[in-house]
């Protein structure tokens, strides 16, 4: 960790600008551009105040960075990115896109994003994600000329893969399992924080009431007048710091949300691993097959129903030159295919071996910041209940003075 970019530069994505331009279409298009900072922190140490490199950069370019990462390195669990357009929202919250204060928290997100990828022991090192952050142009065409989109498995074979593996590895099995049960037990914890967020401001906003029917009492007692008007104004006060405190919340939800979309990226890994496992099952099966072939031809016996061995049965047996060919191929062909299976049985070693020390890894930074995240939020609910109990403290004041 201690080479790890994240120590080497400060990384920030510092504004978010909305523009106007035409796309691939020609097609007038509005869209936000994120302004990414960077500053090495090695001149820093020396004394001296490094100068700070910055370039603009879309959503969609963000994404393409990621598809990448998660392509050419098939065995990390990427981060996420944040959302695209808002969910799991307060009925208050715009889930605009283009709504200032979504985009703020996109932002975030994104600046997030970019340092979990620099604190990555692996991914830190990848000189396209360097390129990305310090190379206004031509980084596109380092990730185009990767390939990484012909290596990209296509969902068809991935489907087909989970439905045909004959034995798939238990650990990654349970792997995915509890992915899908953390993406629905964090959906309904956002939905749950949504519900009593929309309730919350419904009960703060109506002791606005309480201080417009104060404000209305105190005009007709002269003696009560001035307690009712400063109970009044309390209540104001208190009805309109809602706002601020959800703002506050949204920040502990976003938090969540990021672990609801890590959920995908471990199903990403388990996916990738049922493929390598089906590949290597339909080399070994292919293997069998020509060796039972070459077997059969080599002793002349048909062990199995086939359509060349009703053929033969028909026209007649081949000659023995042309037996021997097809022997001399079959097995070229099994020298091949042991090879090859011995190739894809260390290539499936060594990313079990890699997706489980990076799975470790996940775990562990996952239970710091959940812990965090949920700690920090009952902080935070622990004061807006002081904060409501001083409200009302305040009241009982001004009613005693009256």
């Not at 993406?183 to 009960?203: E, K, N, P, T």
Request: aromatic content about 10%; some cysteine.
């Amino acid at each position: 960790m201690e080479d790890c970019l994240a120590k080497k530069m400060e990384i920030t994505v510092s504004e978010a600008e909305k523009r106007t331009g035409r796309n691939a279409m020609n097609m007038q298009e509005t869209y936000t551009a994120y302004l990414i900072e960077t500053r090495a922190v090695q001149s820093q140490s020396e004394g001296q105040c490094a100068p700070v490199d910055s370039l603009w950069r879309r959503y969609s370019e963000f994404e393409l960075l990621r598809n990448y990462l998660s392509v050419t390195y098939p065995h990390i669990v990427v981060p996420p990115l944040p959302e695209k357009r808002a969910d799991f929202v307060w009925h208050k919250l715009s889930a605009d896109n283009m709504d200032p204060d979504f985009v703020e928290r996109r932002r975030i997100g994104l600046e997030n994003f970019l340092l979990r990828v620099a604190s990555h022991p692996v991914l830190c090192q990848d000189k396209i994600f360097y390129s990305f952050l310090t190379q206004e142009g031509g980084w596109k065409e380092m990730v185009n000329e990767t390939g990484f989109q012909l290596k990209a498995d296509s969902r068809l074979k991935a489907l087909n893969a989970t439905f045909r593996v004959k034995n798939p590895d238990k650990r990654f099995t349970e792997l995915k399992h509890y992915s899908d049960e953390l993406q629905s037990v964090i959906s309904h914890l956002l939905r749950v924080r949504a519900r009593v967020a929309d309730r919350l401001y419904g009960v703060y906003k109506v002791h606005g009431n309480y201080g417009r029917v104060f404000s209305e009492w105190s005009a007709i007692e002269k003696e009560m007048g001035d307690g009712l008007q400063s109970a009044g104004h309390h209540m104001d006060v208190y009805a309109a710091s809602i706002d601020d405190i959800l703002e506050e919340e949204e920040h502990y939800a976003d938090q969540l949300k990021e672990y609801l979309f890590y959920a995908e990226a471990l199903r990403a890994v388990c996916r990738k691993h049922e493929l390598m496992q089906y590949d290597l099952e339909m080399a070994a099966q292919d293997l069998t097959s020509k060796k039972q072939q070459c077997e059969e031809l080599a002793t002349g016996t048909v062990r199995t129903f086939s359509l060349k061995g009703m053929t033969s049965k028909l026209f007649g047996q081949e000659t023995p030159e042309q037996r021997e060919a097809k022997i001399k191929v079959l097995e070229e062909q099994i020298q091949e295919g042991e090879e090859q299976l011995k190739s894809k049985n260390l290539e499936g070693r060594d990313f079990v071996k890699n997706a489980w020390a990076d799975i470790e890894r996940f775990k562990e930074q996952k239970n710091h910041d959940l812990k965090e995240a949920l700690i920090s939020y009952a902080v935070m609910q622990i004061s807006m209940c002081k904060k409501g109990i001083q409200v009302w403290t305040n009241a009982k004041e001004c009613f005693s003075k009256m």
